[in-house]
Nanobody, 116 residues
Framework: QVQLVESGGDLVQPGGSLRLSCAAS????????MGWYRQAPGKQRELVAD???????DYADSVKGRFTISRDNAKNTVILQMNSLKPEDTAVYYC??????????WGQGTQVTVSS
């Protein structure tokens, strides 16, 4: 069983920055792909960024150049650094772990609100 715990969500002004963290329990983190997703009110959950076990990253077009995903395998943690935040980035952000073809775990989410 894997537990994912997100932290770092907050209220921030447009143009500001936030750093989200996702800590994973268990021993499969190093071999797992990790991702950050978000869901705004009335919208579907969407991929923000992901990172493979080898460290290869991918980003949604809407966040390229502003967000950076990274992982620390020694700490079982994945980070989402968010800069130049916009009101449209407001959402609940979720961490996702994928191991192999069948194991998928989600965190409980952390609220990010971008508003003046």
């Amino acid at each position: 069983q894997v537990q994912l715990v997100e932290s770092g969500g907050d209220l921030v002004q447009p143009g500001g920055s936030l750093r989200l963290s996702c800590a994973a329990s268990g021993s499969i983190f190093r071999a797992s792909a990790m991702g950050w997703y978000r869901q705004a009110p009335g919208k579907q959950r969407e991929l923000v960024a992901d990172i493979t076990p080898a460290g290869i990253t991918d980003y949604a077009d809407s966040v390229k150049g502003r967000f950076t995903i990274s992982r620390d395998n020694a700490k079982n943690t994945v980070i989402l650094q968010m800069n130049s935040l916009k009101p449209e980035d407001t959402a609940v952000y979720y961490c996702k772990l994928v191991w192999g073809a069948t194991l998928v775990y989600w965190g409980q989410g952390t609220q990010v609100t971008v508003s003046s």
